[in-house]
């Protein structure tokens, strides 16, 4: 009997090699259809060049997306808008440093209007009954010299029933006078503490309003930027996940 020859393991390799490439070139072309949609079309080109590493010629697939003609003027004008936009968000730097840039000037509100309503009360009462007094005191003072010398005149003297009478009914009229003195003080005190705390509550209120309009007019510009950059964002989604494929 002759001897057998050696399988030719070389041989059916390179076969093996040759039918693996046929089949991945076919899988390729076939993964790569032509697409037509409602926006525009997907397509691929094929050109050969030379593999730097292995220094074969191989094919290089190219796809390329065209929008139909309404697509193409949307998309054109979202990156006009985009980049009108980007352009005036940076052209804010310079405003929003100006605004931004120096430390926050509280200052210039001053403190919050407070007192002490009981302080205030009893300073206004005070401050009423001392009015009242002021022309009380000499014109039961001119009353009283006046209602002696009549009685004098009378013959009338300290001790006497008539005296004494006169002078006990002068005084109950002057305490009356005095104690209504009192009682209008003490509704003039209310007053005023009620007209102090409405001043000081609008002083206060317009002092917050101050507050919120500098807070407002400091960072306006970076709200601006922000709000620019936030609708340059939405509408790069708009165009990713809508009308631009």
Request: aromatic share 6%.
């Amino acid at each position: 009997m002759g001897k057998k020859s050696p399988p030719d393991v070389r041989g059916a390799a390179t076969v093996e090699g040759e039918y693996s490439r046929e089949t991945a070139r076919d899988k390729t072309y076939a993964d790569r259809p032509d697409q037509n949609t409602s926006f525009g079309q997907t397509r691929w080109t094929q050109e050969m060049m030379i593999d730097p590493a292995s220094g074969e010629q191989v094919t290089k697939w190219v796809q390329n997306q065209t929008l139909n003609e309404g697509q193409q003027q949307i998309f054109d004008s979202q990156t006009k808008r985009n980049q009108d936009l980007s352009s005036m968000s940076a052209g804010m730097s310079g405003r929003i440093q100006d605004e931004m840039g120096s430390p926050l000037d509280w200052g210039q509100f001053g403190d919050v209007v407070g007192f002490d309503p009981d302080a205030n009360r009893q300073a206004a009462e005070d401050a009423a009954y001392g009015r009242s007094t002021q022309r009380l005191d000499p014109q039961f003072e001119k009353n009283r010299t006046d209602l002696e010398r009549r009685l004098t005149q009378r013959g009338l003297r300290v001790g006497d029933s008539a005296y004494d009478s006169a002078m006990s009914n002068f005084s109950t009229g002057r305490n009356d006078a005095y104690e209504m003195a009192r009682m209008g003080s003490v509704g003039e005190g209310r007053q005023e503490v009620g007209l102090n705390l409405s001043t000081n509550e609008r002083a206060n209120a317009l002092r917050q309003q101050q507050i919120q309009e500098y807070l407002g007019k400091r960072g306006q510009s970076l709200s601006e930027a922000n709000a620019l950059s936030d609708s340059m964002n939405t509408q790069e989604m708009a165009s990713t996940y809508g009308g631009g494929e």
